[in-house]
């Protein structure tokens, strides 16, 4: 990801107030952004209410301080997405960051299906699982924490969903470890957030579009909780 791109004339709103956001944070000592949003959850959502939780967390992000999470513009996409699948369907996730998406795909899925998210990131992890157990979902979500590059050697049989969400620089290489190690199959379905030109996708859309093994489809978007433009790409595995 180009950083300069951040101070193009459009972004520059943008950029302001979230390194004015991470400033102050920096100035008071304030925990990680995760451990911010787990704490409000914890004061203001519903226990056993997984929309309320997305709802707090979308609160959250509005109101005190900007998140990184699939947000409330694109989350209708990831549920369409979602309801395509059986109702045993296994989910990974590469990218917590709060558990916001793995809450939303767990309650969107149902009782019968299952979502494994990788976070490299110690604080997320601990935030993802007490946002997913406010939600009532624990069952259902299983966070592992350590490098993707290294925990997808560690999982074992196929996912029905691939959702990536974390260093964008990773995604090709993440995704071509995922098809060595045989975890999708025909019809898995692999989606990539944050794919605008923002954030300089090409090496990965490169990638799925052009290797043969992917039915590619990109949805324009934009940056969660913003209007700034963004995209969605959505691969189906052919095998």
Partial sequence: MKLWRFLAPHMLGFTARTVSQAVVD????????PVQVADYVARHASPGDPQDVLRTI????????????????????????????PEAARVLEIGAYCGYSS??????????AHVTSIEIDEDAVRSSRANVEVAGLSDRVDF??????????????RFDLVFLDHW?????QDLQRIEQRGLIG??????????????DPREYLDYVRSCGHYDSEHR????????LPDAVEISVYRG
């Fill in 58 to 85: 979308d609160r959250f992000a509005r109101t005190e301080r900007w998140l990184m999470n699939v947000g409330p513009d694109k989350g209708p996409l990831i549920q369409e997405l979602a309801k395509r699948l």
């Fill in 26 to 33: 920096k100035l008071r000592g304030a925990p990680s952004r």
């Fill in 168 to 172: 964008k620089d990773l995604y090709k």
């Fill in 220 to 227: 324009e978007a934009t940056i969660e909780y913003t209007d």
């Fill in 144 to 157: 592992v924490h350590g490098p993707s590059t290294e925990m997808i050697e560690t999982l074992e049989g």
């Fill in 186 to 199: 025909p019809g898995s379905i692999v989606v990539a957030d944050n794919v605008g030109d923002l954030f």
């Fill in 103 to 112: 809450i939303m795909l767990a309650s969107t899925l149902g009782p019968g």
